[in-house]
């Protein structure tokens, strides 16, 4: 049953606890509708991926796309098995995927009530036909009495007069535009001569931005009235810009909106959050929420133990607000008490601080059954929104019990596989003492080596021929090397015998020959030396592995497949 029977004629909404972000995708209709994938025989919509997928996915290269319609694919299918094998039935994801599908409600109303009230698809669309232009901007801003943020005693009547005085002085050449501005501008630009530099369309409040692009270069506006005073407004530049297509362009024209009008979406959050309890009677009662979170922290402390139901089983028809004149109490709000004791309880170390989490639940419980009552599945794409925030829980459950159990690795587990690749990962290089001639030409080079097969002294060739003059003075010689060191040069030495030659080879952009003297091979380190270094050697080499053959054995057993063409058709 319902804990809230809401109207649904109620409009208006409000989320003071979140910043949440909207989606918009760009894709064409017939894209929407056409299969991504088939798992069991059931089709996954394009739709579906489409809500899911980064914003400006359309944008991103192909290897892009195609690794994020293949990561979605694999987490459907994945959440698919954990639903056949009954882990969403379980207690500890039950909650988990409760509280994604209130945060999806919640957050569709609060773009539903207050984003799309304030930032309406006629503005974005007046925005588009306008952002083809950006404007080099400068103005001078003289505030009133009246005025946001200005600390001037003058009145509006006085403002708009001194304005068209100051117009009047750059047009008779008294003053440059620059010069009025640092004189008589009360904004923050005025030091540089009130430029704003290039601006969009969008940035600016309506009455400015509607005057400014109005306005011809080199042109000077009449007095333009706005919340922050009178404007006298000069374009100096206007450029072209290539928006793309509405779609494209319609999610960065978004997201400007939403900085510009920052301060009109609070205020509408606000009055939104004060209509609807106005209009649904709902308040919290404070004081018994405190009394409330007291019982539960002592009783908690007390016992040490997280079983809130038989804890606070005397409280539960303890009042804590009320809905249309009614009280209403914890004992309809089980989830709240569930999601406190499985996955908050033990990390709040107050009463104080229980208490603003069961307030915080408690209203959050209240927006959700808001949200359910006046309909808001039926917005943008809410059902799959929800779906997919359903699947995360499911999703990072089964990877981690399912796919990946045994990770992290016992300490037995590790030590053999330290034991298998010791000596191959995890042995310090050997060493290696070598004579070398190096030169500059192959065609020397080979005619050495000749010498030196007919019986002549490496030494003395070398320090005849060798181009590297710092081992010119010592026969050649490059002392004592790791064998990871000088490239080619410490590699070769590692195939041969001491006392061989081997040579000419390519060095750079010349030749070697070199004389193995010594070597010296390395030594296995220490497990316990480099125990966190094997443990994410062995996470790093087993992981993806584990993830892919589990999907290979997922796409056998539901006959599944991925339609990487699909991309082709948005």
């Not at 001037?152 to 009047?168: G, H």
């Not at 990390?347 to 959700?368: H, P, T």
Request: proline fraction near 2%; charge should be negative; aromatic fraction near 12%.
């Amino acid at each position: 049953m319902r804990k809230f029977g809401f109207i649904k004629n109620n409009s208006l909404f409000a989320l003071i606890f979140f910043v949440f972000t909207v989606f918009f995708l760009a894709s064409c209709q017939s894209g929407k509708k056409q299969a991504v994938a088939t798992i069991d025989g059931q089709t996954i919509s394009g739709e579906y991926f489409l809500t899911t997928a980064s914003k400006r996915f359309n944008e991103k290269s192909l290897d892009n796309r195609q690794k994020e319609l293949k990561d979605f694919y694999h987490t459907v299918l994945r959440v698919y098995d954990a639903k056949q094998q009954g882990l969403d039935q379980k207690d500890e994801l039950k909650y988990n995927i409760y509280i994604e599908q209130r945060r999806v409600k919640v957050q569709q109303l609060y773009n539903a009530y207050v984003l799309d009230k304030v930032i309406t698809d006629d503005m974005i669309q007046e925005a588009y036909d306008h952002m083809d232009e950006r404007r080099t901007v400068r103005h001078i801003l003289i505030g009133d009495s009246t005025s946001t943020r200005s600390k001037a005693d003058r009145s509006p009547e006085e403002a708009e007069q001194l304005a068209r005085e100051i117009k009047q002085k750059i047009a008779s050449g008294e003053h440059s535009f620059t010069e009025a501005a640092k004189e008589y501008s009360d904004g923050p630009s005025a030091e540089k001569g009130g430029d704003l530099g290039k601006i969009n369309w969008g940035q600016m409040v309506q009455p400015f931005q509607v005057a400014a692009w109005k306005l011809k270069p080199n042109t000077i506006s009449e007095p333009v009235r706005t919340e922050y005073g009178v404007h006298l407004i000069e374009v100096t530049d206007v450029d072209t810009v290539d928006l793309g297509t509405y779609e494209e362009a319609r999610e960065r024209i978004e997201r400007n909106l939403q900085r510009s009008k920052r301060s009109e979406i609070q205020s509408r959050t606000q009055e939104s959050l004060k209509e609807i309890q106005e209009k649904t009677g709902f308040s919290m009662d404070r004081q018994a929420i405190d009394s409330v979170a007291a019982q539960l922290y002592t009783a908690f402390q007390r016992t040490k133990s997280t079983d809130l139901q038989e804890l606070v089983e005397h409280i539960h028809y303890v009042p804590v607000g009320e809905l249309g004149g009614k009280p209403i109490t914890l004992e309809s709000f089980s989830e709240i008490l569930n999601y406190i004791q499985h996955y908050r309880f033990r990390g709040i170390q107050s009463k104080s601080q229980l208490a603003r989490r069961i307030n915080a639940e408690l209203q959050q419980e209240y927006l959700k059954d808001f949200a359910e009552d006046y309909g808001i599945s039926d917005y943008k794409d809410t059902k799959y929104k929800i779906r997919w925030a359903e699947d995360q829980p499911l999703n990072e459950y089964y990877v981690e019990n399912i796919v990946l159990k045994g990770f992290p690795p016992s300490e037995d587990t590790l030590r053999a596989y330290f034991d298998r690749v010791k000596f191959e990962k995890y042995s310090d290089p050997a060493e290696v003492h070598v004579q070398e001639i190096y030169f500059t030409e192959k065609q020397t080079a080979e005619d050495v080596r000749r010498q030196l097969d007919g019986g002549a002294d490496f030494g003395e060739l070398a320090t005849e021929y060798t181009q590297r003059k710092s081992a010119q003075a010592e026969q050649g010689d490059l002392g004592w090397f790791q064998s990871n060191r000088y490239g080619p040069i410490g590699k070769k030495a590692m195939t041969i015998d001491k006392g061989s030659i081997a040579g000419p080879f390519q060095v750079g952009t010349g030749w070697s020959i070199i004389k193995l003297l010594d070597r010296k091979e390395g030594e296995a380190k220490s497990f316990q030396d480099i125990r966190n270094q094997v443990k994410q050697d062995y996470t790093d080499y087993y992981r993806p592995r584990r993830l892919e053959q589990n999907i290979i054995n997922l796409e056998e057993k539901y006959n599944s497949e991925l339609y990487y063409s699909y991309l082709d058709t948005i």
